[in-house]
């Protein structure tokens, strides 16, 4: 039986994949997979599905964002360093119908200054920054409650 569930994209950006490893002090200890399995189980609840697709590469970011055109309902970014310059995902995603949600584990205000500007919040419904994992938890109740799936 094919999922008929709606399908919310959950897009991670560069050196996202070495979550775990990478400066635990300020990305905490849980790996990427832990992420991701945590942003499904909560879609699931929801009846969402959750697609997830890594790049360390900006043009496979922005061609992932074209491919869940007019197939998936929402997505959940979180775009790592590209937030705070990558004009042509900030454009892929206002090309997007449906809600986007822009997440970060860290509180990237908090830090240095250059992470205080984001070019991708002007085209996200919304911003979740700074819960560390739950972060993850906390998109997908967000999506969910956008798509009018909450109670
Ligand atoms: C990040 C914050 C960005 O500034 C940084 O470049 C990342 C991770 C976060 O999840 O806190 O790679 O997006």
């Not at 819960?131 to 739950?134: E, L, M, S, Y």
């Given at each position: 039986m094919t999922d008929q569930r709606p399908i919310v994209l959950l897009l991670s950006g560069p050196n996202l994949n070495l979550l775990g490893d990478r400066q635990p002090e300020v990305?905490?200890?849980?790996t990427l997979d832990d992420h991701v399995a945590t942003a499904r189980a909560t879609a699931g609840a929801h009846g969402l599905a959750v697609e997830h697709r890594q790049s360390n590469h900006e043009g496979e970011l922005v061609e992932a964002i074209h491919g869940a055109r007019?197939?998936?309902a929402a997505i959940v970014v979180n775009?790592?360093?590209?937030?705070?310059?990558?004009w042509s995902i900030h454009d892929a995603l206002a090309a997007f119908d449906g809600p986007v949600v822009e997440l970060h584990l860290s509180n990237p205000n908090a830090?240095?200054?250059?992470?205080?500007?984001?070019?991708i919040a002007p085209v996200a419904s919304g911003t979740i920054t700074g819960?560390?994992?739950?972060g993850y938890r906390l998109a997908l109740d967000a999506v969910a409650d956008l798509l009018g799936r909450t109670p």
């Open positions: 990305y905490g200890d849980a007019g197939r998936c775009p790592g360093a590209f937030t705070h310059y990558a830090r240095e200054p250059w992470r205080h500007t984001s070019v819960f560390g994992g739950a």
